[in-house]
């Protein structure tokens, strides 16, 4: 969880990955998600946000 917060916040992690998954598992439900797309949806919502 730790490295889903944090890498698309360093300076290189961003620069050298085209592909990004999410993988969920549970008993009988399998789920992936786009990490990337994900990650840049949220930063388009919040960037003219007034922190």
């Not at 300076?11 to 399998?30: A, C, H, P, Q, S």
Request: proline share 4%; glycine share 2%.
């Amino acid at each position: 969880m730790t490295a889903q917060w944090d890498l698309p916040e360093s300076t290189w992690f961003l620069k050298i990955v085209d592909k990004w998954y999410f993988r969920y598992e549970g008993d009988t439900i399998e789920y992936r998600e786009d990490a990337l797309e994900s990650y840049y949806r949220v930063e388009e919502r919040y960037a003219n946000y007034p922190w």
